[in-house]
């Protein structure tokens, strides 16, 4: 019963069998689980957590923080992990440390709009981001200083490593960088004011598109192409760390 639940997480739309196999087999497997010994107990209960299809094939992360801004998260790990599962492939190393650097940044200048700065502070930060050079960090607060020179330092190395037909990558992320952020609701906030409903029906519609999409997933990997799948492998290997980080907390239930 295990391998058929298991197997039913490959199904794609429209195969209503499978459909009913996985309800029938979650719902008997919960139903007896308790009565299970060890370690088959525990190997159901992983599987109804989450199935070998939505699991993450490697778990890697490295630590290695050193911030002189101790009110930012410390999410280095995590954000590694992210990259990491969707590329995990050595050939991409390069990348790897870079998106990690990126995303560790993210966080932290998160962390600075969300609990620390003023207003004025953030309109000296913005300017400085705007300039993108080392005249304006001398008028920036001592605990923005760090974290714009970082900013400054990892585009530098982006620029060096990159050769002229890739600059434009650098451009565009620099760009982003100049957007103005304000607060932005959250799919499930704007999905209850657009269709007038509660945070639970909101909840359930995104589930069920989520297992929808599963299902997307499962049914362009039936027929695989070999430049489409480098990136379907991408989606696919987010899709899990998706799943992985936000089966629980934050936000989802």
């Not at 190997?43 to 050193?66: C, D, F, M, W």
């Not at 705007?130 to 020179?149: A, F, S, T, V």
């Not at 970082?150 to 982003?176: F, G, M, P, T």
Request: charged share 25%.
């Amino acid at each position: 019963m295990l391998g058929l639940y298991e197997a039913a997480h490959l199904r794609v739309h429209g195969e209503d069998i499978l459909d009913e196999a996985l309800a029938f087999t979650t719902t008997h497997l919960k139903s007896m689980v308790e009565q299970l010994d060890y370690p088959l107990s525990l190997q159901v209960n992983t599987a109804l957590y989450r199935s070998i299809r939505k699991g993450l094939e490697r778990l890697e992360a490295s630590h290695n923080l050193s911030s002189k801004s101790p009110f930012v998260r410390d999410r280095v790990v995590e954000t590694y992990l992210w990259i990491v599962s969707a590329c995990f492939e050595p050939q991409y190393s390069y990348g790897k440390i870079i998106q990690t650097k990126l995303l560790a940044l993210i966080t932290v200048i998160d962390d600075i709009y969300d609990a620390y700065v003023t207003h004025e502070e953030l309109e000296l930060f913005k300017e400085a981001i705007e300039r993108w050079d080392d005249n304006g960090i001398d008028k920036l607060p001592e605990y923005m200083k760090p974290c714009y020179q970082v900013v400054l330092d990892v585009y530098k190395e982006i620029e060096e490593r990159e050769n002229q037909e890739r600059s434009y990558c650098v451009h565009y992320a620099k760009e982003a960088f100049e957007q103005k952020r304000g607060h932005v609701a959250s799919a499930i906030e704007c999905h209850m004011k657009q269709y007038g409903v509660s945070e639970e029906q909101a909840y359930n519609e995104f589930h069920y598109q989520i297992e929808n999409a599963w299902m997307d997933i499962n049914q362009e990997c039936l027929k695989p192409i070999a430049i489409l799948m480098l990136l379907l492998n991408r989606v696919f290997n987010i899709s899990r760390v998706l799943d992985a980080a936000y089966k629980e907390g934050d936000g989802c239930r």
